[in-house]
């Protein structure tokens, strides 16, 4: 099964509480556990911080392209403005027919916000499948801005590919994949192709990408990996470095409830953070999957850029939605953040195409006004 649209050794550390806001994994440093009410939890945004006639909580409710797993980067690199470009997973219909919205996606498409959140009606195809490695499809794009450029990492059949663009429009892509399957049997991996890249760039110059492999059962892990310069990769560890999470023990009190993520864990994206004491922090949002096919977005994080990671005990957002939230992406402005996220567009007959819906943390935070 590619593993496009969801995203053995088993590094799972111990859990960590999550109570009004997101906390981190205490140091010696840092006397306990440091609150940070920008990690979330999320709250669905509100229809009057919504702008470009879009009904909120949806950013984006394509049903011509069905548009769906953003990835949106700050268009100057400046955390303080708000335009952003937003880069989406799509399905395009041949010759114009309409497209079936459980096809793989077959092309990235760029809409623009200038309010970071409500993007335009007309977006700008960027990439569509051209090489024999991509399998016809290009999905769940990972973009971030590098020396100038942005640079666009993106799942296909047979790995995780890239391509750079200087104005972000017109792209330029490897010949080959980026992050291609281990040898058959070699590894925890053992061959699976890996898909749903999330990458961030590390205050040295370096990178990380968090991806997704396959496992059995419909299992589900995140594997990570390091490159100095984004072309060449080396994978970290000799084991996921986040696995589903384990059920209770036999005989455990009914308190005890089954993890949101004890299934799978999938669709990984990294942002960069700095704890209340100036240690730096990575922080990993995923997608989480429970042994019923329910879905929510929950958060692990380590201190530093290396070691384990510890995850949040109860989810950032989605905990009691039927919608199957996934495909998280969180954009961190001075004062907020914003969590972007693939859920059905709704639990009517014919509302069940992906949408992207956003959320913002803290609870109590005051966007700037919508444009337009």
Not at 207 to 229: P, W
Not at 286 to 313: C, E, F, M, N, V
Request: charged share 20%; proline share 12%.
């Amino acid at each position: 099964m590619l593993l496009l649209l969801p995203r053995a050794l088993a590094l799972c550390a111990v859990p960590w509480p999550l109570g009004s806001c997101a906390t981190l994994p205490s140091e010696e440093a840092d006397a306990g556990s440091l609150p940070n009410a920008l990690a979330g939890p999320f709250r669905e945004i509100d229809q009057e911080e919504l702008g470009n006639s879009r009904a909120a909580p949806h950013v984006m409710n394509d049903d011509a392209r069905f548009a769906r797993d953003a990835s949106v980067v700050d268009l100057d690199g400046d955390p303080s403005t708000l335009a952003a470009a937003g880069f989406f997973a799509a399905t395009l219909g041949p010759d114009d027919a309409e497209p079936d919205p459980l096809a793989p996606p077959n092309a990235i498409v760029r809409y623009e916000a200038a309010d970071g959140r409500s993007f335009e009606r007309s977006p700008v195809t960027v990439l569509a499948p051209e090489l024999p490695w991509e399998g016809g499809t290009v999905a769940a794009p990972s973009a971030l801005l590098l020396g100038g450029e942005i640079w666009l990492y993106y799942a296909a059949e047979g790995g995780i590919g890239v391509a750079r663009s200087a104005d972000g429009a017109a792209f330029a892509r490897e010949p080959a994949p980026v992050l291609a399957p281990t040898a058959p049997g070699d590894g925890w991996e053992r061959g699976a192709v890996p898909g749903s890249p999330g990458v961030v760039r590390l205050p040295d110059g370096s990178l990380r990408m968090f991806y997704v492999v396959a496992g059995d059962g419909g299992a589900s892990f995140v594997g990570e990996a390091r490159s100095d310069d984004g072309l060449a990769w080396e994978r970290v560890g000799d084991g996921p470095a986040l696995a589903p999470a384990p059920l209770p023990a036999a005989g455990a009190s009914a308190a005890e409830d089954e993890p949101f993520d004890s299934a799978a864990v999938f669709d990984p994206a990294p942002v960069l953070a700095v704890s209340a004491t100036g240690r730096p922090i990575l922080r990993v949002y995923y997608a989480g999957r429970d042994g019923a096919g329910r879905s929510a977005i929950g958060l692990a994080a380590r201190s530093g850029h290396d070691g384990p990671l510890q995850r949040a005990a109860a989810p950032v957002f989605g905990a009691s939605s039927a919608l199957a939230p996934r495909a998280p992406w969180v954009a961190a402005y001075p004062g907020f953040s914003l969590l972007f996220v693939t859920q059905a567009a709704g639990t009517r007959d014919g509302e069940d195409h992906p949408a992207v819906a956003a959320g913002v943390a803290p609870a109590d935070a005051s966007l700037p006004p919508p444009e337009p």
